[in-house]
């Protein structure tokens, strides 16, 4: 298995350009998204995306539209509950093959989670759903730790997507600038699931989410510095191996990106802030 080094050695100027300064466009409006850690756009319901709060907050899926307004289905109350969960760490979103939202309770700042999971919930309607069904929970471990916390605090997550099959989640790295790409070979509530390593990729800082193409044909990976996208693996199951492109941004803590479109992303911030990012002002580097 190979590092996969961004370009820092072929374009050291690009990297070291200074940020974009984004504009937001809009801002979440329901304040029950208070600590957003998360963006994903939803397939059923044009114009909607699915949020969620991180750590301590209620196990609720809020449903915004593209300009950040409440997606409700009741006058007296907001969001939709998720049965019989519990959000110890929220931290990521994604959607599998079937239409299911699949919810990263992944969030490991001190590494030493042995109880990470991610559940599994038929994608709800905003505009009628209280409640959901009760959503299938999966264990899951990473097959590289052994001590918990490890001496390198390398297994803390905050991204994940879905692609060809599978789960993926990428790290938020606290002892370098490597982001670690690992799969999830089954989502099973029977045992405890292995996520095993299959990459690792030179972000140059924090990885906070992730968001596939609708067509899985480009994988955008958000850091508190900026944006990256990945086209089609070089190799089988290797999402860093692709063309890379880059830009750096300067927005807040930006936690949730989300494709809008086939030409855009939306990135959102922890203060509710919302920015369209065409995907056009993105530099290949790789």
Not at 166 to 182: G, V, W
Not at 242 to 250: D, K
Request: aromatic share 10%; charged share 25%.
């Amino acid at each position: 298995m190979k590092t996969v080094l961004a370009a820092l050695l072929l374009f050291p100027c690009l990297l070291h350009a200074g940020p974009e300064e984004l504009k937001s466009y809009a801002r979440v409006q329901p304040r029950k998204v208070n600590e957003g850690s998360a963006l994903l756009a939803s397939r059923r319901f044009p114009g909607v995306f699915w949020a969620i709060n991180d750590s301590g907050g209620e196990p609720v899926l809020y449903p915004v539209s593209r300009d950040g307004a409440a997606v409700s289905a009741s006058t007296s109350s907001y969001g939709v509950a998720v049965a019989s969960a519990a959000n110890r760490d929220w931290e990521a979103l994604a959607m599998d093959g079937e239409g299911n939202i699949l919810i990263g309770d992944i969030g490991n700042n001190s590494n030493k989670r042995r109880d990470l999971a991610v559940y599994s919930v038929p994608e709800p309607d905003p505009y009628k759903d209280a409640l959901t069904a009760p959503a299938r929970k999966a264990r899951l471990r990473y097959a590289d730790q052994r001590a918990f916390p490890p001496e390198e605090r390398n297994f803390d997550g905050e991204a994940m997507f879905w692609a060809g099959g599978s789960l993926y989640i990428i790290s938020k790295n606290r002892a370098d600038t490597l982001a670690k790409l690992y799969r999830l070979e089954s989502l099973s509530p029977e045992k405890e699931n292995a996520a095993r390593l299959v990459s690792r990729f030179d972000s140059r800082a924090m990885v906070t989410d992730a968001a596939m193409s609708p067509d899985g044909a480009l994988l955008a990976v958000l850091t508190y510095e900026g944006i990256w996208t990945f086209g089609r693996p070089a190799r089988a199951g290797d999402y860093f191996s692709g063309p890379a492109s880059f830009l750096g941004i300067a927005a807040g803590q930006c936690e949730g990106i989300a494709f809008d479109g086939p030409g855009a992303l939306v990135v959102s911030n922890e203060e509710r802030d919302l920015f369209r990012v065409p995907l056009s002002s993105l530099k290949p580097v790789r």
